[in-house]
Protein backbone atom coordinates (compact mmCIF):
# COMPACT_ATOMS: atom_id res chain seq x y z
CA UNK A 1 0.00 0.00 0.00
CA UNK A 2 3.01 2.53 0.75
CA UNK A 3 3.90 2.14 -3.03
CA UNK A 4 0.57 1.74 -4.50
CA UNK A 5 -0.40 5.21 -2.93
CA UNK A 6 2.93 7.10 -3.75
CA UNK A 7 1.55 8.94 -6.75
CA UNK A 8 -1.52 10.36 -4.62
CA UNK A 9 0.93 11.63 -2.26
CA UNK A 10 2.83 12.92 -5.76
CA UNK A 11 -0.29 14.93 -6.52
CA UNK A 12 0.22 17.05 -3.48
CA UNK A 13 3.99 17.29 -3.49
CA UNK A 14 5.90 16.96 -7.02
CA UNK A 15 4.99 20.13 -9.33
CA UNK A 16 7.91 22.35 -8.21
CA UNK A 17 11.67 21.38 -7.29
CA UNK A 18 11.51 22.89 -4.28
CA UNK A 19 13.79 20.91 -1.45
CA UNK A 20 10.62 21.02 1.29
CA UNK A 21 9.41 18.03 3.94
CA UNK A 22 6.58 16.49 1.80
CA UNK A 23 4.76 13.64 1.28
CA UNK A 24 6.65 12.32 -0.90
CA UNK A 25 9.67 12.32 1.46
CA UNK A 26 7.56 10.81 3.92
CA UNK A 27 6.79 8.15 1.92
CA UNK A 28 10.42 6.88 1.06
CA UNK A 29 11.62 7.69 4.77
CA UNK A 30 8.51 5.38 5.99
CA UNK A 31 10.46 2.66 3.75
CA UNK A 32 13.29 3.03 5.68
CA UNK A 33 11.71 2.60 9.02
CA UNK A 34 9.95 -0.34 7.82
CA UNK A 35 12.86 -2.22 6.23
CA UNK A 36 14.42 -1.74 9.83
CA UNK A 37 11.48 -3.02 11.28
CA UNK A 38 10.94 -5.66 8.92
CA UNK A 39 15.60 -6.83 9.74
CA UNK A 40 15.01 -6.51 13.28
CA UNK A 41 12.05 -8.68 13.39
CA UNK A 42 12.59 -11.63 11.65
CA UNK A 43 14.09 -14.82 12.84
CA UNK A 44 14.87 -16.38 9.96
CA UNK A 45 14.96 -15.48 6.46
CA UNK A 46 16.80 -17.02 3.28
CA UNK A 47 20.13 -16.11 2.37
CA UNK A 48 18.47 -13.93 -0.55
CA UNK A 49 17.38 -11.79 1.65
CA UNK A 50 20.36 -12.25 3.73
CA UNK A 51 22.49 -11.15 1.31
CA UNK A 52 20.77 -7.81 0.36
CA UNK A 53 20.33 -7.01 3.73
CA UNK A 54 24.27 -7.12 4.14
CA UNK A 55 24.84 -5.62 0.77
CA UNK A 56 22.45 -2.19 1.34
CA UNK A 57 23.93 -1.80 5.01
CA UNK A 58 27.80 -1.88 2.91
CA UNK A 59 26.25 0.81 1.24
CA UNK A 60 24.47 2.60 4.01
CA UNK A 61 27.83 2.55 5.64
CA UNK A 62 29.64 4.13 2.62
CA UNK A 63 26.91 6.88 2.51
CA UNK A 64 27.64 7.56 5.86
CA UNK A 65 31.29 7.90 5.15
CA UNK A 66 30.30 10.22 2.66
CA UNK A 67 28.06 12.17 4.32
CA UNK A 68 30.67 12.63 7.59
CA UNK A 69 34.12 13.03 5.26
CA UNK A 70 32.86 14.61 1.71
CA UNK A 71 29.65 16.15 1.34
CA UNK A 72 27.84 16.72 4.66
CA UNK A 73 23.95 16.58 4.90
CA UNK A 74 23.30 16.71 0.50
CA UNK A 75 25.35 13.47 0.19
CA UNK A 76 22.97 12.18 2.64
CA UNK A 77 19.85 13.13 0.85
CA UNK A 78 21.47 11.55 -2.28
CA UNK A 79 22.15 8.27 -0.95
CA UNK A 80 18.16 8.28 1.49
CA UNK A 81 16.67 8.77 -2.24
CA UNK A 82 18.71 5.69 -3.47
CA UNK A 83 18.86 3.80 -0.12
CA UNK A 84 14.97 4.10 0.17
CA UNK A 85 14.48 2.91 -3.60
CA UNK A 86 16.42 -0.39 -3.10
CA UNK A 87 14.86 -0.92 0.35
CA UNK A 88 11.32 -2.67 -0.55
CA UNK A 89 12.91 -5.61 -2.55
CA UNK A 90 15.00 -6.71 0.16
CA UNK A 91 11.18 -7.28 1.96
CA UNK A 92 9.72 -8.69 -0.93
CA UNK A 93 12.53 -10.86 -1.41
CA UNK A 94 12.76 -12.15 2.12
CA UNK A 95 8.77 -12.64 2.59
CA UNK A 96 6.55 -14.88 1.64
CA UNK A 97 4.27 -14.60 -1.73
CA UNK A 98 0.40 -13.40 -0.94
CA UNK A 99 -2.56 -14.20 -1.74
CA UNK A 100 -2.53 -12.29 -4.92
CA UNK A 101 -6.32 -11.92 -4.69
CA UNK A 102 -5.13 -9.23 -1.74
CA UNK A 103 -3.47 -7.17 -4.16
CA UNK A 104 -6.82 -5.57 -5.72
CA UNK A 105 -6.63 -2.81 -3.28
CA UNK A 106 -3.49 -1.59 -3.35
CA UNK A 107 -3.60 -2.26 -6.87
CA UNK A 108 -6.74 0.01 -7.09
CA UNK A 109 -5.04 2.49 -4.89
CA UNK A 110 -2.32 2.61 -7.82
CA UNK A 111 -4.68 2.84 -10.99
CA UNK A 112 -6.61 5.59 -9.09
CA UNK A 113 -3.21 7.76 -8.43
CA UNK A 114 -1.68 7.53 -12.07
CA UNK A 115 -5.44 7.85 -13.49
CA UNK A 116 -5.27 11.13 -12.08
CA UNK A 117 -1.88 12.61 -13.69
CA UNK A 118 -2.86 10.75 -17.10
CA UNK A 119 -6.00 12.73 -17.16
CA UNK A 120 -4.06 15.82 -16.29
CA UNK A 121 -1.20 15.49 -18.84
CA UNK A 122 -4.18 14.94 -21.22
CA UNK A 123 -5.80 17.93 -20.14
CA UNK A 124 -2.48 20.32 -20.01
CA UNK A 125 -1.69 18.57 -24.02
CA UNK A 126 -4.62 20.12 -24.66
CA UNK A 127 -4.04 23.40 -23.75
CA UNK A 128 -6.50 23.51 -20.83
CA UNK A 129 -4.17 22.88 -17.68
CA UNK A 130 -0.73 24.71 -17.38
CA UNK A 131 2.58 22.82 -17.45
CA UNK A 132 4.96 22.64 -14.61
CA UNK A 133 7.51 21.66 -17.23
CA UNK A 134 9.06 23.87 -19.87
CA UNK A 135 11.93 23.48 -22.40
CA UNK A 136 13.76 25.88 -24.90
CA UNK A 137 13.08 24.00 -28.59
CA UNK A 138 14.10 25.03 -32.09
CA UNK A 139 14.07 29.14 -30.68
CA UNK A 140 11.10 28.69 -28.53
CA UNK A 141 9.58 27.84 -25.24
CA UNK A 142 7.14 24.75 -25.15
CA UNK A 143 5.35 23.02 -22.52
CA UNK A 144 5.42 19.89 -21.91
CA UNK A 145 2.74 17.69 -20.19
CA UNK A 146 3.83 15.39 -16.93
CA UNK A 147 0.30 15.22 -15.12
CA UNK A 148 0.84 16.76 -11.38
CA UNK A 149 4.53 15.70 -11.90
CA UNK A 150 6.86 18.50 -12.68
CA UNK A 151 8.94 16.60 -15.07
CA UNK A 152 7.42 14.48 -17.90
CA UNK A 153 10.08 12.07 -17.40
CA UNK A 154 8.40 10.89 -13.96
CA UNK A 155 5.24 10.29 -15.41
CA UNK A 156 7.06 7.79 -17.91
CA UNK A 157 8.53 6.01 -15.39
CA UNK A 158 5.14 5.09 -13.98
CA UNK A 159 3.23 4.48 -17.26
CA UNK A 160 5.61 1.99 -18.53
CA UNK A 161 4.94 0.01 -15.69
CA UNK A 162 1.71 0.43 -15.56
CA UNK A 163 1.79 -1.36 -19.27
CA UNK A 164 4.83 -3.75 -17.82
CA UNK A 165 2.45 -5.09 -15.07
CA UNK A 166 -0.64 -4.57 -16.30
CA UNK A 167 0.26 -6.59 -19.33
CA UNK A 168 2.22 -9.26 -16.88
CA UNK A 169 -1.42 -9.64 -15.12
CA UNK A 170 -3.18 -10.27 -17.88
CA UNK A 171 -0.52 -13.45 -19.06
CA UNK A 172 -1.62 -14.75 -15.53
CA UNK A 173 -4.91 -14.59 -16.03
CA UNK A 174 -5.60 -11.93 -13.21
CA UNK A 175 -6.34 -9.38 -15.36
CA UNK A 176 -8.98 -9.96 -18.18
CA UNK A 177 -8.26 -8.87 -21.68
CA UNK A 178 -10.81 -6.53 -22.60
CA UNK A 179 -9.47 -4.39 -18.97
CA UNK A 180 -5.90 -4.87 -19.90
CA UNK A 181 -5.56 -3.74 -23.33
CA UNK A 182 -7.57 -0.47 -22.80
CA UNK A 183 -5.39 0.37 -20.52
CA UNK A 184 -2.22 -0.25 -21.73
CA UNK A 185 -3.41 1.53 -25.21
CA UNK A 186 -3.82 5.11 -22.70
CA UNK A 187 -0.92 4.63 -21.04
CA UNK A 188 1.46 4.24 -24.02
CA UNK A 189 -0.64 7.29 -25.57
CA UNK A 190 0.14 9.30 -22.92
CA UNK A 191 3.88 8.86 -22.88
CA UNK A 192 3.58 10.09 -26.00
CA UNK A 193 1.84 12.94 -25.42
CA UNK A 194 4.65 13.93 -22.77
CA UNK A 195 7.12 13.87 -25.61
CA UNK A 196 9.47 11.82 -23.31
CA UNK A 197 11.92 10.12 -26.11
CA UNK A 198 12.94 7.65 -23.76
CA UNK A 199 9.79 7.17 -22.08
CA UNK A 200 8.19 6.43 -25.84
CA UNK A 201 11.13 3.67 -26.17
CA UNK A 202 10.44 2.56 -22.87
CA UNK A 203 6.64 2.05 -23.05
CA UNK A 204 7.16 0.75 -26.58
CA UNK A 205 9.61 -2.21 -25.24
CA UNK A 206 7.24 -2.83 -22.26
CA UNK A 207 4.34 -3.39 -24.87
CA UNK A 208 6.25 -5.53 -27.03
CA UNK A 209 7.64 -7.60 -24.04
CA UNK A 210 3.88 -8.51 -23.75
CA UNK A 211 2.84 -8.96 -26.92
CA UNK A 212 5.93 -11.39 -27.30
CA UNK A 213 4.62 -13.81 -24.71
CA UNK A 214 0.95 -12.83 -25.34
CA UNK A 215 0.94 -13.97 -28.97
CA UNK A 216 4.07 -16.48 -28.74
CA UNK A 217 1.61 -18.96 -28.35
CA UNK A 218 -0.45 -17.85 -31.43
CA UNK A 219 -3.85 -17.50 -29.89
CA UNK A 220 -5.69 -14.52 -31.14
CA UNK A 221 -6.83 -11.71 -29.63
CA UNK A 222 -10.51 -11.60 -29.15
CA UNK A 223 -12.83 -8.93 -31.70
CA UNK A 224 -13.98 -7.75 -28.35
CA UNK A 225 -10.18 -7.05 -26.62
CA UNK A 226 -9.58 -4.82 -30.08
CA UNK A 227 -13.38 -3.07 -29.96
CA UNK A 228 -12.57 -2.12 -26.06
CA UNK A 229 -8.69 -0.97 -27.10
CA UNK A 230 -10.68 1.12 -30.22
CA UNK A 231 -13.22 2.84 -27.86
CA UNK A 232 -10.46 3.42 -25.30
CA UNK A 233 -8.19 5.47 -27.69
CA UNK A 234 -11.27 7.36 -28.76
CA UNK A 235 -12.44 8.48 -25.09
CA UNK A 236 -8.89 9.42 -24.48
CA UNK A 237 -8.65 11.43 -27.58
CA UNK A 238 -11.20 13.36 -25.82
CA UNK A 239 -10.22 13.97 -22.71
CA UNK A 240 -10.75 17.64 -21.61
CA UNK A 241 -11.86 18.53 -25.29
CA UNK A 242 -15.15 20.57 -24.76
CA UNK A 243 -17.09 22.89 -26.51
CA UNK A 244 -17.30 24.43 -30.11
CA UNK A 245 -13.64 24.76 -32.26
CA UNK A 246 -11.86 22.70 -29.32
CA UNK A 247 -11.52 19.52 -31.27
CA UNK A 248 -9.22 21.10 -33.75
CA UNK A 249 -7.24 23.33 -31.17
CA UNK A 250 -6.60 19.84 -29.28
CA UNK A 251 -5.92 17.94 -32.24
CA UNK A 252 -2.91 20.00 -33.42
CA UNK A 253 -1.58 20.18 -29.51
CA UNK A 254 -1.93 16.27 -28.91
CA UNK A 255 -0.21 15.75 -32.86
CA UNK A 256 2.56 18.13 -31.72
CA UNK A 257 3.42 16.10 -28.59
CA UNK A 258 3.25 12.64 -30.86
CA UNK A 259 5.12 14.09 -33.72
CA UNK A 260 7.70 15.76 -31.20
CA UNK A 261 9.05 12.82 -29.55
CA UNK A 262 11.04 12.24 -32.81
CA UNK A 263 12.41 15.57 -34.80
CA UNK A 264 14.81 15.89 -37.32
CA UNK A 265 18.52 16.14 -36.50
CA UNK A 266 17.29 14.14 -33.12
CA UNK A 267 19.68 10.63 -34.43
CA UNK A 268 22.35 12.65 -35.79
CA UNK A 269 25.29 12.98 -33.33
CA UNK A 270 26.70 16.16 -34.71
CA UNK A 271 23.11 17.77 -33.92
CA UNK A 272 22.51 19.64 -31.02
CA UNK A 273 19.59 17.98 -31.02
CA UNK A 274 21.36 14.60 -30.95
CA UNK A 275 20.09 13.45 -26.88
CA UNK A 276 19.23 17.38 -26.31
CA UNK A 277 23.70 17.81 -26.14
CA UNK A 278 24.24 15.38 -23.33
CA UNK A 279 26.94 13.88 -25.17
CA UNK A 280 28.84 17.00 -23.84
CA UNK A 281 27.63 17.02 -20.67
CA UNK A 282 29.12 12.87 -20.24
CA UNK A 283 32.16 14.46 -21.70
CA UNK A 284 32.30 16.45 -18.42
CA UNK A 285 30.81 14.50 -16.08
CA UNK A 286 33.60 11.58 -17.14
CA UNK A 287 36.55 14.07 -16.80
CA UNK A 288 35.39 14.60 -13.09
CA UNK A 289 35.25 10.91 -12.63
CA UNK A 290 38.99 10.64 -14.05
CA UNK A 291 41.05 13.25 -12.76
CA UNK A 292 38.52 12.85 -9.18
CA UNK A 293 41.50 12.33 -5.97
CA UNK A 294 41.60 8.78 -4.84
CA UNK A 295 38.74 9.05 -1.97
CA UNK A 296 36.29 10.66 -4.28
CA UNK A 297 37.42 7.77 -7.40
CA UNK A 298 36.55 5.29 -4.50
CA UNK A 299 33.67 6.70 -2.19
CA UNK A 300 32.54 9.35 -4.97
CA UNK A 301 31.65 13.08 -4.53
CA UNK A 302 28.37 11.98 -2.14
CA UNK A 303 26.68 14.23 -4.72
CA UNK A 304 26.14 15.28 -8.24
CA UNK A 305 28.77 17.73 -8.96
CA UNK A 306 27.37 18.24 -12.30
CA UNK A 307 24.13 16.80 -13.73
CA UNK A 308 25.59 13.55 -15.87
CA UNK A 309 22.25 12.88 -17.16
CA UNK A 310 22.80 9.07 -17.47
CA UNK A 311 23.14 6.21 -14.67
CA UNK A 312 26.12 4.94 -15.70
CA UNK A 313 28.03 7.91 -14.99
CA UNK A 314 26.14 9.05 -11.89
CA UNK A 315 26.98 6.10 -10.34
CA UNK A 316 30.64 6.48 -10.03
CA UNK A 317 30.46 10.05 -9.64
CA UNK A 318 28.40 10.15 -6.41
CA UNK A 319 29.28 6.46 -4.99
CA UNK A 320 32.28 5.87 -6.73
CA UNK A 321 33.88 2.50 -7.62
CA UNK A 322 32.73 0.79 -4.12
CA UNK A 323 29.83 2.26 -4.26
CA UNK A 324 28.72 1.39 -7.44
CA UNK A 325 29.63 -1.78 -7.12
CA UNK A 326 27.99 -2.43 -4.20
CA UNK A 327 24.74 -1.27 -6.14
CA UNK A 328 25.36 -3.68 -9.20
CA UNK A 329 25.72 -6.78 -6.90
CA UNK A 330 22.26 -5.46 -5.21
CA UNK A 331 20.44 -5.54 -8.62
CA UNK A 332 22.44 -9.03 -9.61
CA UNK A 333 21.49 -10.61 -6.58
CA UNK A 334 17.72 -9.30 -6.83
CA UNK A 335 18.21 -10.93 -10.57
CA UNK A 336 19.14 -14.41 -9.41
CA UNK A 337 17.07 -14.53 -6.36
CA UNK A 338 14.00 -13.76 -8.81
CA UNK A 339 15.16 -15.71 -11.31
CA UNK A 340 15.15 -18.74 -9.48
CA UNK A 341 11.17 -18.88 -8.53
CA UNK A 342 10.15 -17.46 -12.14
CA UNK A 343 8.62 -20.07 -14.56
CA UNK A 344 9.57 -18.58 -18.23
CA UNK A 345 7.13 -16.43 -18.26
CA UNK A 346 8.39 -15.08 -15.50
CA UNK A 347 12.09 -14.59 -16.21
CA UNK A 348 11.06 -12.76 -19.58
CA UNK A 349 9.00 -10.57 -17.30
CA UNK A 350 12.53 -10.16 -14.60
CA UNK A 351 14.81 -10.04 -17.96
CA UNK A 352 12.60 -6.99 -19.76
CA UNK A 353 12.67 -5.31 -16.31
CA UNK A 354 16.54 -5.56 -15.87
CA UNK A 355 16.39 -4.21 -19.83
CA UNK A 356 13.83 -1.37 -18.92
CA UNK A 357 16.12 -0.34 -16.22
CA UNK A 358 19.34 -0.80 -18.29
CA UNK A 359 17.84 1.89 -21.04
CA UNK A 360 16.54 4.17 -18.85
CA UNK A 361 19.94 4.52 -17.26
CA UNK A 362 21.00 5.84 -20.84
CA UNK A 363 19.60 9.19 -20.26
CA UNK A 364 18.45 9.52 -17.42
CA UNK A 365 18.91 8.39 -13.46
CA UNK A 366 16.68 5.45 -12.53
CA UNK A 367 17.94 4.72 -9.73
CA UNK A 368 18.30 7.73 -7.94
CA UNK A 369 14.73 8.28 -8.60
CA UNK A 370 12.48 6.58 -5.32
CA UNK A 371 9.34 5.82 -7.33
CA UNK A 372 11.28 4.27 -10.19
CA UNK A 373 12.63 1.59 -7.95
CA UNK A 374 9.98 1.10 -5.85
CA UNK A 375 7.54 0.38 -8.92
CA UNK A 376 10.41 -1.70 -10.10
CA UNK A 377 10.68 -4.09 -7.29
CA UNK A 378 7.25 -4.59 -7.72
CA UNK A 379 7.36 -5.54 -11.27
CA UNK A 380 10.40 -8.29 -10.43
CA UNK A 381 8.50 -9.27 -7.91
CA UNK A 382 5.22 -9.78 -9.28
CA UNK A 383 7.34 -11.81 -12.19
CA UNK A 384 8.18 -14.13 -9.56
CA UNK A 385 5.34 -14.51 -7.14
CA UNK A 386 2.92 -14.84 -9.52
CA UNK A 387 5.10 -18.11 -10.85
CA UNK A 388 5.16 -19.43 -7.35
CA UNK A 389 1.68 -19.02 -6.96
CA UNK A 390 1.15 -21.10 -10.41
CA UNK A 391 3.71 -23.88 -9.54
CA UNK A 392 1.90 -24.59 -6.20
CA UNK A 393 -1.64 -24.64 -7.71
CA UNK A 394 -0.42 -27.17 -10.41
CA UNK A 395 1.82 -29.27 -7.87
CA UNK A 396 -1.94 -29.58 -5.55
Avoid at 336 to 342: E, M, Y
Wanted: net charge positive; charged share 15%; with cysteine.
Amino acid sequence: MLIATKPLADVLSERTLADRLDPGVAWAATSLLLLAGWALTRRRTSIDATLLTLTWLALAALAAFATVRIAGLPAAVEAGKVLAGLAPIVILVGSRNPDLQRLRWPLAAFAAGAAIHVAVAWLQAAGYVDTTYTQSSLGRTIGRPSGLFYHPVTLAYHLVFVVLVTGLLERRGLVRPGVALPVMAVAVLSVFVSTHRMGAVAVLLALAAWAVVRLAPRRAVSRRALLAVGIAVLVALGVGVTGSGAWSEAADRLWGGVAGVLREGDLDPTSDRFLRGRGRIWAGAADLVATAEPVRRWAGYGVQVVDPHTDYLRLPLVHGVVGSGLILAFLALVGVASGRRCDPTGVWYVLVAFGLLGLYALTTKPTSYTSFMWLWSVAVWLAAATSVRRSRGAAA
